[in-house]
C-alpha cells in the first residue's frame, strides 16, 4: 500500500505566502514524479506544477511566475511554495505520486486526501 500524506495549508491573506508539504510512505520501490494539482468548485481539476525525480519542473497557467515546486527524493517528500497568493487560488490542493510499488510491473498514480488553501482578499 502507498500513502500520501499532505500538510500546510490554511489561510492567508493575498500576498502572502504558504508551503504544501507532502511525503509519500509505503511499499515503494520507485517514485517517477510527484506533483500538485488543484480544484474549485464546479471546475475541473487542475495541474499546479509537476516535478520529476530527476528535477524537471512543469509550472502551468497563472502560477509559472508564482509557485515553486521542489523535491526531497530521500524523504519521499514534494514541496509547493506558494508565492503572491491570490484569492483565485483558493481551492482544495491534491498531492500526488506516480509510483511503481514492489511487486508491480505497472506505475501507478496516487492521491492525497486535499488540503485547503484559502486565500483572503
Known amino acids: 500500500q502507498v500513502q500520501l500524506v499532505e500538510s500546510g495549508g490554511g489561510l492567508v491573506q493575498a500576498g502572502g505566502s504558504l508551503r504544501l508539504s507532502c511525503t509519500a510512505s509505503g511499499s515503494i520501490f520507485s517514485i517517477n514524479k510527484m506533483g500538485w494539482y488543484r480544484q474549485a468548485p464546479g471546475k475541473q481539476h487542475e495541474l499546479v506544477a509537476e516535478?520529476?525525480?530527476?528535477?524537471?519542473?512543469n509550472r502551468v497557467g497563472s502560477v509559472k511566475d508564482r509557485f515553486i515546486i521542489s523535491t526531497d527524493n530521500a524523504k519521499k517528500t514534494v514541496y509547493l511554495q506558494m508565492n503572491s497568493l491570490k484569492p483565485e487560488d483558493t481551492t482544495v490542493y491534491y498531492c500526488y505520486a506516480r509510483i511503481l510499488s514492489y511487486g508491480s510491473t505497472k506505475w501507478d498514480d496516487y492521491w492525497g486526501q486535499g488540503t485547503q488553501v484559502t486565500v483572503s482578499s
Open positions: 516535478i520529476t525525480t530527476t528535477g524537471t519542473t
